[in-house]
C-alpha cells in the first residue's frame, strides 16, 4: 500500500526518515509527487485542492493532520471513508502557551499601555490577581481542553462553553445556545478554540460582543471565519471591547487591504499559535494505519455531521 | 507605642481597619499626620524624604514595604535601627505573571510581529517550544527565585545568576561577575530582578549586551539604574537585542523627553509589574511588631552592607 503525504510542516526529508524508522516498508509519496494513483490507500493531509482526493480509486482512510476538520469536510467530493485525526489526542502546549500569552496580555493591558508609550504617557490601570480575572475559553475538545485546564491551572477564573453539557473539573461549563449569553457576559476574555461548523461560523458577532462586559477582549485561536470581523470593529470603536487577538483570518495570508493590519486595538499575528511537528504526528498516522491494517476500530474518527 | 505608616498602596480607611482587626491597641498614623513624632517607634515606609526618618527620636525599628531597600539605604540619615521586610517572603505571584508574559511575549516574537503588522505584512518567523528557549534570570532572592521558578514551571531552560554559589532544584545557577559572562552568553531572554547596589548598578551594559546572544531580549523589572539605557538603545539599534521590555526607570514617571518612549523596540510599561495588597502586609508588619515586642528574633532582616 501507498501513502500519500501532504503537509507544510517540516521538510520532506524529515518526513520520510520518521516513516522509514516506524513502518520501513510503506511507500510515502509526498505531494505532489503521486505516482500512480491507484496505489494510494492512505492520504495524510493538512488541505488538497478540491476534488482531489476523489481521484484515489483504492482510498480506504483519510487522516487529518490539522485539528479542524473544516477544510476537508469543505470538499463536496470528499470520498466516503473513515477520516481520523493525527493530532495528539492531549491538544498542543503552544496552543496553551499562545492562548496564555494573548489572555496574560490583555488581563495586564499591554495593549492600552503600548497605546499610553506612542502618546508618551504614563498611566495607572487597575492590576488584577489572576484569580479576579473571568476567562472563557469557547470549544473544550482536543485542543481547547487542555488551553481552559492550562488557564485554570495559572490561577484565571475559568469557565467553557460546549455543544452538549458536560462536567469539566475546576472550569464551570456552559453549554448550548441557551447558555451562550450567560457564558458571554460572565467572560471578560473569550477565547476562541471552537471548531468551524456551520452552526460555529460567524459566532463572535455583535450580538456575542454586546452580551460580553464592557472592557472585554477576544482572542481567536480558533478559525477566522468565527469572527464577523466588521461587528468586531464596531465594538472596539464603540469601547465596548477593548481590544481583540486574531490569529487567524478567513483567507491567509491576511490580504494588505484589510482594514483589521490598521486598527490600534487589535493584535495580528500570522496564524503563529502552534507549530506542529512531523515527529509528533508520524507516529499517530502509523498507528492509525496498522488499526486500520489489523481492523482495528479507528481510533479519534472525525464526525462528519458534527463538523470535527 | 505608635506606628508610621507611608503607603502609596490602598486607602488609609483600608489600612485601618485592617490592623484594628490585627491589633487593636496599635495606634496606627498615617503619613504626612504624624502627630508628635517622640510617639513613633515603628516606622512601616515605602518611601519618606530623606532625613526624615532620623526625626523620631524613639524609632526601634523600621519596615519595608518594598522589596528594594535601595531607596530607604540612600538614606544617609539613616536611623541605626533594624529594618525587616514586610512583603510575602515566597515572593509575589503577580511579578511571577509579569516576567512570564514578558519572556513569552519575547519568546513568541509578538514584537517583531506587532511591528511587521505596522507595515500590514505577514511574516514567518521561527517556533519554538518553550524547552527550546533559555532564559536567564538574575537574582534568585525573595522576588526572583520564585520567578525563575514559575519560568521553569512552564517549561523554559532557566538558569540563575546570584551573588555567591548557591544551589537549586531545577535552576542551573551561576554565580559571581566571573560566572556573568557564561550566564548572558547562554541566555536568550534575560529577567534582572537584582536588588540595586552599588555593585549592581548599571549592570545590563554594553558590555553585558555585547555577551548575550543576538537576537536577545532583556526584561527589567528590577530598578531602572540596573540598565545603561544608552548602551541598550545602542545594542537595539545594531540589532544586536532584538528588543527590551522595561518596567522600571531611574526617575518615575519616566519623563516625556525620555526617547525610550519613542523606541520601535523598547516596550514600556509604567511600573505595574506587581500590586501590593495592604492585606498581605499588614499581618507581616504586626507580625514583625510581636517579635520586636517580645524580643524574638526579628525575620527577613536587610542587611546594610549587602544592600539587600
Known amino acids: 500500500m501507498a501513502l500519500l503525504l501532504t503537509s507544510f510542516f517540516g521538510a520532506p526529508a524529515e518526513w ?11 511507500d510515502v509519496r509526498i505531494w505532489p509527487e503521486v505516482g500512480n494513483e491507484a496505489d494510494i490507500e492512505v492520504a495524510a493531509v493538512t488541505t488538497l485542492p478540491r476534488g482531489k482526493l476523489r481521484s484515489f480509486p483504492n482510498l480506504k482512510m483519510i487522516v487529518s493532520l490539522l485539528a479542524g476538520a473544516d477544510v476537508l469536510l469543505s470538499d463536496p467530493d470528499l470520498p466516503d471513508v473513515p ?18 500569552v494573548h489572555v496574560l496580555r490583555h488581563h495586564r493591558h499591554l495593549p492600552a499601555y503600548w497605546a499610553a508609550q506612542q502618546r508618551c504617557e504614563w498611566i495607572s490601570l487597575p492590576r488584577l ?25 495559572h490561577g484565571f477564573a475559568v469557565a467553557g462553553w460546549v455543544r452538549s ?15 451562550l449569553p450567560a457564558f458571554l457576559a460572565r467572560s471578560e ?26 472592557g472585554g477582549a477576544i482572542v481567536n485561536l480558533g478559525r477566522g471565519a468565527h469572527v464577523v470581523e466588521a461587528d468586531l470593529m464596531v465594538a472596539l470603536d464603540a469601547d465596548h471591547l477593548a481590544g481583540a487577538t486574531l490569529d487567524v483570518f478567513p483567507v491567509e495570508p491576511l490580504p494588505k487591504e484589510s482594514p483589521l493590519w490598521r486598527h490600534s486595538k487589535i493584535t495580528i499575528t500570522p496564524h503563529v499559535a502552534r507549530r506542529i511537528d512531523a515527529s509528533e504526528l508520524v507516529p499517530n498516522i502509523c498507528g492509525a494505519i496498522r488499526a486500520f491494517q489489523a481492523g482495528r476500530p479507528l481510533e479519534h474518527l472525525i464526525d462528519r455531521k458534527r463538523g470535527y
Open 129 to 153: 490577581r489572576a484569580r479576579e480575572r473571568k476567562v472563557g475559553v469557547m470549544g473544550l475538545g482536543v485542543i481547547g481542553l487542555p488551553v481552559a485546564k492550562a488557564l485554570a491551572a
Open 16 to 26: 520520510r526518515k520518521l516513516f522509514a524508522a516506524q513502518m520501513p516498508d510503506l
Open 165 to 179: 453539557p458536560r462536567r469539566h473539573d475546576g472550569i464551570e461549563t456552559f453549554a448550548g445556545r441557551e447558555q
Open 189 to 214: 476574555i473569550v477565547v476562541n478554540l471552537l471548531p468551524l461548523t456551520p452552526e460555529t461560523r460567524g459566532i463572535l458577532n455583535a450580538g456575542a460582543f454586546a452580551q460580553m462586559p464592557r
Open 83 to 100: 477520516i481520523v485525526r493525527a493530532g495528539n489526542p492531549d491538544g498542543d502546549e503552544m496552543m496553551s502557551e499562545a492562548a496564555l
